[in-house]
């Protein structure tokens, strides 16, 4: 059982940058991957960034690569998300959520993931 819950998100302008945060709960934190996922108003939840066990390996949707860095801790049992260059279509819920399969195609994919945070939502004024 893992536990998740994430930190950092509020309002920022647009160009801004913030920074979420996902604490995990447990001992074995560093056998899950580790993703982002994001739900604006009216659309479906939808992968923002994962990251491998060992953090050497990172997924990103095509919308947000070279905005954002998405990285763990595993002694800490955190994984981070820095967003820059925000935009406006970035609003949205941020949840953080943890897989137990490992790294592969599915990583991408919402009903992969066995763990979820609570969310933070993130606001970006035009």
């Known amino acids: 059982q893992v536990q998740l819950v994430e930190s950092g998100g509020g309002l920022v302008q647009a160009g801004g940058s913030l920074r979420l945060s996902c604490a995990a709960s447990g001992r074995t934190f560093s056998s899950y991957v580790m993703g982002w996922f994001r739900q604006g108003p009216g659309k479906e939840r939808e992968i923002v960034a994962a990251i491998s066990r060992s953090g050497g390996s990172t997924y990103y949707a095509d919308s947000v690569k070279g905005r954002f860095t998405i990285s763990r801790a595993n002694a800490g049992n955190t994984v981070y998300l820095q967003m820059n260059s925000l935009k406006a279509e970035d609003t949205a819920v941020y949840y953080c959520?943890?897989?137990?399969?490992?790294?592969?195609?599915?990583?991408?994919?919402?009903?992969?993931?066995?763990?979820w945070g609570q969310g933070t939502q993130v606001t970006v004024s035009s």
């Open positions: 959520a943890a897989e137990r399969a490992g790294w592969g195609t599915q990583v991408s994919r919402p009903n992969e993931y066995d763990y």
